[in-house]
Protein backbone atom coordinates (compact mmCIF):
# COMPACT_ATOMS: atom_id res chain seq x y z
CA UNK A 1 0.00 0.00 0.00
CA UNK A 2 1.01 3.49 -0.63
CA UNK A 3 0.59 6.56 1.67
CA UNK A 4 0.19 9.87 -0.67
CA UNK A 5 0.18 13.31 0.59
CA UNK A 6 -0.45 16.53 -1.44
CA UNK A 7 0.39 19.87 -0.73
CA UNK A 8 0.39 23.28 -2.98
CA UNK A 9 -3.62 23.87 -3.79
CA UNK A 10 -4.80 27.34 -2.58
CA UNK A 11 -6.19 30.13 -4.19
CA UNK A 12 -5.41 31.72 -7.33
CA UNK A 13 -6.29 34.60 -9.65
CA UNK A 14 -7.42 33.09 -13.27
CA UNK A 15 -4.23 33.15 -15.69
CA UNK A 16 -1.86 32.22 -12.65
CA UNK A 17 0.03 29.27 -11.90
CA UNK A 18 0.12 26.62 -8.91
CA UNK A 19 2.61 23.38 -8.88
CA UNK A 20 1.20 20.64 -6.78
CA UNK A 21 3.60 18.14 -5.07
CA UNK A 22 2.53 14.50 -3.79
CA UNK A 23 5.12 12.59 -1.71
CA UNK A 24 4.31 8.69 -1.73
CA UNK A 25 5.47 6.68 0.88
CA UNK A 26 6.84 3.46 -0.46
CA UNK A 27 9.40 1.13 -0.85
CA UNK A 28 9.63 0.87 -4.76
CA UNK A 29 8.51 4.59 -6.00
CA UNK A 30 9.28 3.11 -9.35
CA UNK A 31 6.92 0.44 -9.73
CA UNK A 32 4.23 2.82 -9.87
CA UNK A 33 2.38 4.77 -12.30
CA UNK A 34 1.16 8.48 -11.09
CA UNK A 35 -1.77 10.01 -11.89
CA UNK A 36 -3.68 13.63 -11.24
CA UNK A 37 -7.44 13.67 -10.52
CA UNK A 38 -9.81 16.26 -9.95
CA UNK A 39 -13.33 16.85 -8.57
CA UNK A 40 -14.88 20.03 -9.56
CA UNK A 41 -17.60 21.17 -7.14
CA UNK A 42 -20.75 19.28 -8.29
CA UNK A 43 -19.25 17.63 -10.47
CA UNK A 44 -17.92 13.57 -10.61
CA UNK A 45 -13.96 13.00 -10.45
CA UNK A 46 -12.13 13.37 -13.82
CA UNK A 47 -8.60 12.51 -15.15
CA UNK A 48 -6.56 15.45 -15.16
CA UNK A 49 -2.77 13.86 -15.92
CA UNK A 50 -0.60 10.65 -15.73
CA UNK A 51 3.10 9.75 -16.04
CA UNK A 52 3.97 5.90 -16.24
CA UNK A 53 6.76 4.43 -13.69
CA UNK A 54 9.92 5.57 -15.76
CA UNK A 55 8.29 8.74 -16.45
CA UNK A 56 8.92 8.03 -20.21
CA UNK A 57 5.38 9.11 -20.92
CA UNK A 58 2.50 11.19 -19.86
CA UNK A 59 -0.75 11.74 -20.36
CA UNK A 60 -3.21 14.40 -20.19
CA UNK A 61 -7.06 15.29 -20.65
CA UNK A 62 -7.59 17.64 -23.24
CA UNK A 63 -8.90 20.31 -21.17
CA UNK A 64 -5.69 20.74 -19.45
CA UNK A 65 -3.45 19.87 -22.73
CA UNK A 66 -0.81 22.27 -22.83
CA UNK A 67 -0.98 24.27 -19.48
CA UNK A 68 -0.51 21.76 -17.38
CA UNK A 69 2.97 19.29 -17.28
CA UNK A 70 3.37 16.30 -14.84
CA UNK A 71 6.66 15.29 -13.58
CA UNK A 72 8.04 12.57 -11.10
CA UNK A 73 11.22 12.88 -9.33
CA UNK A 74 12.13 9.13 -8.20
CA UNK A 75 14.75 10.47 -5.97
CA UNK A 76 12.17 11.99 -3.48
CA UNK A 77 9.62 9.63 -4.49
CA UNK A 78 7.13 12.66 -5.49
CA UNK A 79 5.39 13.06 -8.31
CA UNK A 80 4.18 16.93 -9.47
CA UNK A 81 1.79 18.62 -11.31
CA UNK A 82 2.71 21.92 -12.82
CA UNK A 83 -0.18 24.03 -13.70
CA UNK A 84 -0.31 27.38 -15.95
CA UNK A 85 -2.94 29.70 -17.28
CA UNK A 86 -5.24 28.23 -14.66
CA UNK A 87 -9.21 29.05 -15.52
CA UNK A 88 -12.61 29.00 -13.43
CA UNK A 89 -13.09 25.89 -14.22
CA UNK A 90 -10.01 24.43 -13.04
CA UNK A 91 -11.47 25.12 -9.15
CA UNK A 92 -11.45 21.37 -8.02
CA UNK A 93 -9.97 18.81 -4.96
CA UNK A 94 -7.00 17.75 -7.10
CA UNK A 95 -6.20 13.87 -6.08
CA UNK A 96 -3.09 12.55 -6.86
CA UNK A 97 -2.77 8.34 -7.18
CA UNK A 98 -0.65 5.10 -7.53
CA UNK A 99 -1.36 2.60 -9.50
CA UNK A 100 1.15 -0.54 -9.66
CA UNK A 101 2.28 -1.07 -13.25
CA UNK A 102 5.65 -0.80 -15.37
CA UNK A 103 3.44 -0.50 -18.89
CA UNK A 104 4.37 2.03 -21.76
CA UNK A 105 1.63 4.23 -21.29
CA UNK A 106 0.07 5.53 -17.96
CA UNK A 107 -3.58 4.37 -16.88
CA UNK A 108 -6.45 7.08 -17.32
CA UNK A 109 -9.56 5.13 -15.64
CA UNK A 110 -9.14 6.12 -11.73
CA UNK A 111 -10.26 2.33 -11.32
CA UNK A 112 -6.90 1.54 -12.26
CA UNK A 113 -5.49 3.56 -9.18
CA UNK A 114 -5.36 1.57 -5.94
CA UNK A 115 -3.89 4.41 -4.06
CA UNK A 116 -5.36 7.73 -3.14
CA UNK A 117 -4.02 10.83 -1.63
CA UNK A 118 -6.61 13.00 0.84
CA UNK A 119 -6.73 15.77 -1.66
CA UNK A 120 -5.70 19.18 -2.42
CA UNK A 121 -7.89 22.14 -3.08
CA UNK A 122 -7.33 24.32 -6.09
CA UNK A 123 -9.13 27.80 -6.07
CA UNK A 124 -9.36 29.69 -9.05
CA UNK A 125 -11.03 33.32 -9.03
CA UNK A 126 -12.22 35.22 -11.83
Known amino acids: QVQLVESGGGLVQAGGSLRLSCAASVDTFTAYAMGWFRKPPGKEREFVAA????????DYAASVKGRFTISRDDARDTVYLQMNSLKPEDTAVYFC???????????????????WGQGTQVTVSS
Open 51 to 58: INWNGRNT
Open 97 to 115: AACFARGFYPPRAAVEYAD
